[in-house]
């Protein structure tokens, strides 16, 4: 990204370590487990912490438990060796003259031969004991007298992730020197638009450098950051406390503004290659389908089918997101658009994560579709329907029936799992691909859907909340409708956060609502092993829950039981015969029981909040209140708040904002989201900002362009 603007890989940021005086084979194996490949990876090798060495703590000073950097001489040393020599620990002791201080490393012998009687060293650690002053494991690095001292000592010194054998020192001294002759070198790659070319991305023709120089106006937000090469600079030598986060800021933005050119130069490709299908329908179908479905849509609902209608006439296929928490109703809305493409004459293809889902919609669909004289095929790796035998109501053939058209001109809906993708499988006349659950599956599979036809549209569909920032960047190519609305009659689910000590009469409440005829779920973090400080494991609680809510009756269900348990256990707790289901998170996603009103979660805080937010959304199915109580032994401002989200809101993406802010980005993106960089300077969680004003730079950069 910092590379020239004509040959990237000419630039001489873009050569190998290797070439850097000083830096042998052995180095070089050394950064590349660091993956430093080149001059410009070991110029963003970005440090762990800084050291303000410009004052040293004296280790009179030191407190207990707090991290502190001091400096002194070593008065002594020696390996002490116990339990047969099984076990040692090597004892290293400095004075400042202010006092003593003990550093000891246990069970690393070997840790002698780098230290000497008289060595100055620095030393960064938290005190554990006082009397004597002692610290285990510190992190050190010993003072050689030598010109190069103004690297590593009077500054705020950097402190980099290192790798074996690779020292401290010899690292900030290494990027020290390149620093200084590669600082020229590092050029602004989005202020000019002609070093766009320089981020890796192939911009056709020699346009771009024809274009003008950007007028100032247009680049508020970039003018008030430092440099690139700047920015760099304070990265590695900040000269005050605040100069390490300016830095990351800006390198952040470079990334981001990378992320967003490439988005939309996939989506300016798109646009200039794609024809749509004329997929926006007559309403043949769609009217008796809404007649006979028994509810009104939403006002939510039909706001988004008339954005999906909008897009299916338009002349560039649609690329659409569908987000709607548990329960919104988005299956209809997929009925809808699907029927929209149907009446217009080419078939729809909908995949969803598990046979269970596929099976489920397919079982929908059929009783839906079929009134309409449509066919519908369920294609999962266990079921395959061919086009005829699912369109009668007792799933048999349709014996006597006329030949059909050819098979491949009748518009058809084709459910499934990954066996759509399946090279093998053939979907003809493919006008929508609608994806379930999208945050279960990758970009790649994604693709490979839309590849089963020419462009068709495309509708993706999640309840997973996704912060507006995440949205941007992966998802900055489509274009997202919101249900945020669920549909009428459903009873309001009130939450509260609870400690330990109140159980006795969280318990009583609990027996109160059983005594009515209302059902309950039991939640605990864990199957066979309680956890550290006290976290529940369901088989050894089932015991203790008997006892305290006898005579009603408690079912087990876990992950480890086989399907056929897990069956009996759900129907027992279905008819009632059970009153109290004790689970897991296992039951996430999927039961819809309308008469189960409680939900009491111990451990609270073991669960991220979207995890908990899907949780109970198990109850507040029928039209009756509900009540979820979470109970946390979490001290602390931080869990309280946390859990207090839940306490305030049913709002999905108020969650996941609360999650995103605290717990990172992984929980809500799941395993298979391919296509997101790992950044080195961006954080998803707090670059909210940033990635904004990469997106309206990166499009005012690409239409400079134009
Ligand atoms: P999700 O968005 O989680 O996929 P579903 O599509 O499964 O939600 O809908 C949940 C339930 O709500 C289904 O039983 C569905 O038939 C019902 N439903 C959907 N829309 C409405 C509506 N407008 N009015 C009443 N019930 C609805
Ligand atoms: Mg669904």
């Given at each position: 990204?910092?590379?020239?603007?004509?040959?990237?890989?000419?630039?001489?940021?873009?050569?190998?370590?290797?070439?850097?005086?000083?830096?042998?084979?052995?180095?070089?194996?050394q950064?590349?487990r660091?993956?430093?490949?080149?001059?410009?990876?070991?110029?963003?090798?970005?440090?762990?912490?800084?050291?303000?060495?410009?004052?040293?703590?004296?280790?009179?000073?030191?407190?207990?438990?707090?991290?502190?950097?001091?400096?002194?001489?070593?008065?002594?040393?020696?390996?002490?060796?116990?339990?047969?020599?099984?076990?040692?620990?090597?004892?290293?002791?400095?004075?400042?003259?202010?006092?003593?201080?003990?550093?000891?490393?246990?069970?690393?012998?070997?840790?002698?031969?780098?230290?000497?009687?008289?060595?100055?060293?620095?030393?960064?650690?938290?005190?554990?004991?006082?009397?004597?002053?002692?610290?285990?494991?510190?992190?050190?690095?010993?003072?050689?007298?030598?010109?190069?001292?103004?690297?590593?000592?009077?500054?705020?010194?950097?402190?980099?992730?290192?790798?074996?054998?690779?020292?401290?020192?010899?690292?900030?001294?290494?990027?020290?020197?390149?620093?200084?002759?590669?600082?020229?070198n590092?050029?602004?790659?989005?202020?000019?638009?002609?070093?766009?070319?320089?981020?890796?991305?192939?911009?056709?023709?020699?346009?771009?450098?024809?274009?003008?120089?950007?007028?100032?106006?247009?680049?508020?937000?970039?003018?008030?950051?430092?440099s690139?090469s700047?920015?760099?600079?304070?990265?590695?030598?900040p000269?005050?406390?605040?100069?390490?986060?300016?830095?990351?800021?800006?390198?952040?933005?470079?990334?981001f503004?990378?992320?967003?050119?490439?988005?939309?130069?996939?989506?300016?490709?798109?646009?200039?290659?794609?024809?749509?299908?004329?997929?926006?329908?007559?309403?043949?179908?769609?009217?008796?389908?809404?007649?006979?479905l028994?509810?009104?849509?939403?006002?939510?609902?039909?706001?988004?089918?008339?954005?999906?209608?909008?897009?299916?006439?338009?002349?560039?296929?649609?690329?659409?997101l569908?987000?709607?928490?548990?329960g919104?109703?988005?299956?209809?809305?997929?009925?809808?658009?699907?029927?929209?493409?149907?009446?217009?004459?080419?078939?729809?293809?909908?995949?969803?994560?598990?046979?269970?889902?596929?099976?489920?919609?397919?079982?929908?669909?059929?009783?839906?579709?079929?009134?309409?004289?449509?066919?519908?095929?369920?294609?999962?790796?266990?079921?395959?329907?061919g086009?005829?035998?699912s369109?009668?109501?007792?799933?048999?053939?349709?014996?006597?029936?006329?030949?059909?058209?050819?098979?491949?001109?009748?518009?058809?809906?084709?459910?499934?799992?990954?066996?759509?993708?399946?090279?093998?499988?053939?979907?003809?006349?493919?006008?929508?691909?609608?994806?379930?659950?999208?945050?279960k599956?990758?970009?790649?599979?994604r693709?490979?859907?839309?590849?089963?036809?020419?462009?068709?549209?495309l509708?993706?569909?999640?309840?997973?909340?996704?912060?507006?920032?995440?949205?941007?960047?992966?998802?900055?190519?489509?274009?997202?409708?919101?249900?945020?609305?669920?549909?009428?009659?459903?009873?309001?689910?009130?939450?509260?956060?609870?400690?330990?000590?109140?159980?006795?009469?969280?318990w009583?409440?609990?027996?109160?609502?059983?005594?009515?005829?209302?059902?309950?779920?039991?939640?605990?973090?864990?199957?066979?092993?309680?956890?550290?400080?006290?976290?529940?494991?369901?088989?050894?609680?089932?015991?203790?829950?008997?006892?305290?809510?006898?005579?009603?009756?408690?079912?087990?269900?876990?992950?480890?039981?086989?399907?056929?348990?897990?069956?009996?256990?759900?129907?027992?707790?279905?008819?009632?015969?059970?009153?109290?289901?004790?689970?897991?998170?296992?039951?996430e996603?999927?039961?819809?029981?309308?008469n189960?009103?409680?939900?009491?979660?111990?451990n609270?805080?073991?669960?991220?909040?979207?995890?908990?937010?899907?949780?109970?959304?198990?109850?507040?199915?029928?039209?009756?209140?509900?009540?979820?109580?979470?109970?946390?032994?979490?001290?602390?401002?931080?869990?309280?708040?946390?859990?207090?989200?839940?306490?305030?809101?049913?709002?999905?993406?108020?969650?996941?904002?609360?999650?995103?802010?605290?717990?990172?980005?992984?929980?809500?993106?799941?395993?298979?989201?391919?296509?997101?960089?790992?950044?080195?300077?961006?954080?998803?969680?707090?670059?909210?900002?940033?990635?904004?004003?990469?997106?309206?730079?990166?499009?005012?950069?690409?239409?400079?362009?134009?």
């Open positions: 990204m910092i590379t020239a603007p004509e040959n990237p890989s000419a630039s001489p940021l873009a050569k190998p370590v290797a070439t850097i005086r000083g830096v042998g084979p052995e180095r070089a194996a950064l590349a660091l993956k430093i490949a080149t001059i410009e990876d070991l110029l963003l090798h970005r440090p762990r912490r800084y050291e303000d060495r410009r004052q040293f703590r004296p280790i009179a000073a030191l407190q207990l438990d707090e991290p502190a950097t001091t400096h002194g001489t070593v008065v002594a040393l020696g390996v002490k060796r116990f339990r047969h020599g099984q076990k040692s620990v090597f004892e290293l002791i400095l004075d400042d003259g202010t006092a003593r201080l003990h550093c000891r490393w246990w069970n690393l012998p070997f840790m002698e031969k780098y230290f000497e009687v008289g060595d100055e060293v620095v030393v960064f650690g938290k005190p554990l004991l006082l009397k004597p002053r002692t610290i285990d494991h510190p992190e050190t690095e010993v003072v050689e007298n030598g010109e190069e001292n103004f690297i590593h000592l009077n500054r705020i010194t950097p402190v980099y992730p290192l790798t074996e054998g690779l020292p401290q020192r010899w690292l900030r001294s290494l990027i020290w020197r390149t620093l200084q002759d590669a600082e020229p590092i050029s602004e790659p989005w202020l000019e638009p002609l070093q766009v070319t320089g981020c890796g991305l192939k911009v056709e023709g020699n346009r771009v450098a024809e274009s003008a120089k950007p007028s100032t106006s247009n680049l508020q937000p970039l003018t008030r950051v430092p690139r700047n920015a760099i600079h304070m990265l590695h030598f000269e005050a406390p605040n100069d390490p986060e300016i830095a990351r800021r800006r390198l952040a933005l470079d990334e503004i990378g992320l967003q050119l490439r988005i939309q130069l996939r989506r300016r490709k798109f646009e200039a290659a794609a024809q749509a299908l004329p997929c926006g329908g007559d309403n043949h179908l769609i009217k008796p389908f809404l007649a006979s028994g509810f009104q849509l939403t006002a939510a609902q039909t706001g988004v089918l008339r954005e999906i209608r909008a897009d299916m006439r338009a002349p560039l296929p649609m690329r659409r569908l987000q709607g928490d548990v919104s109703g988005k299956t209809v809305v997929a009925a809808c658009s699907a029927l929209m493409a149907l009446e217009s004459g080419y078939s729809v293809a909908l995949m969803a994560p598990t046979e269970i889902l596929a099976e489920q919609h397919f079982r929908n669909f059929q009783r839906w579709f079929e009134p309409l004289s449509l066919c519908v095929e369920l294609q999962t790796g266990s079921h395959k329907t086009p005829l035998r369109t009668k109501p007792n799933g048999q053939a349709r014996q006597n029936a006329p030949a059909p058209l050819s098979p491949a001109r009748t518009p058809r809906l084709i459910i499934g799992t990954h066996a759509l993708i399946q090279p093998d499988f053939e979907i003809d006349r493919l006008g929508l691909a609608i994806i379930d659950e999208q945050h599956f990758g970009v790649a599979q693709e490979q859907l839309l590849r089963k036809g020419r462009y068709p549209h509708l993706v569909m999640t309840a997973t909340p996704i912060p507006r920032t995440l949205g941007l960047t992966l998802y900055g190519d489509l274009d997202v409708s919101v249900i945020d609305q669920l549909p009428p009659g459903r009873g309001r689910i009130k939450t509260f956060v609870r400690s330990p000590d109140q159980l006795p009469k969280v009583t409440f609990v027996r109160e609502q059983l005594a009515q005829g209302r059902q309950a779920y039991v939640v605990y973090p864990r199957v066979e092993e309680a956890g550290p400080g006290g976290v529940k494991a369901v088989t050894r609680e089932l015991a203790n829950l008997e006892r305290i809510l006898a005579p009603f009756r408690v079912a087990l269900l876990h992950g480890r039981m086989k399907a056929a348990e897990k069956e009996k256990t759900l129907a027992a707790f279905r008819a009632n015969a059970a009153q109290i289901l004790l689970t897991t998170s296992l039951i996603v999927g039961l819809d029981m309308s189960a009103t409680i939900m009491l979660i111990e609270a805080e073991q669960f991220g909040l979207a995890q908990l937010h899907q949780l109970r959304g198990r109850i507040g199915r029928g039209s009756r209140q509900s009540c979820c109580i979470l109970v946390s032994s979490a001290d602390g401002d931080e869990a309280r708040n946390r859990l207090g989200t839940l306490e305030e809101t049913t709002d999905g993406f108020r969650i996941a904002e609360a999650d995103l802010k605290m717990r990172g980005p992984g929980e809500l993106l799941g395993p298979q989201q391919s296509g997101m960089p790992d950044f080195r300077f961006g954080d998803l969680r707090s670059d909210g900002d940033l990635i904004q004003t990469a997106r309206e730079q990166a499009i005012r950069l690409l239409s400079r362009q134009q």
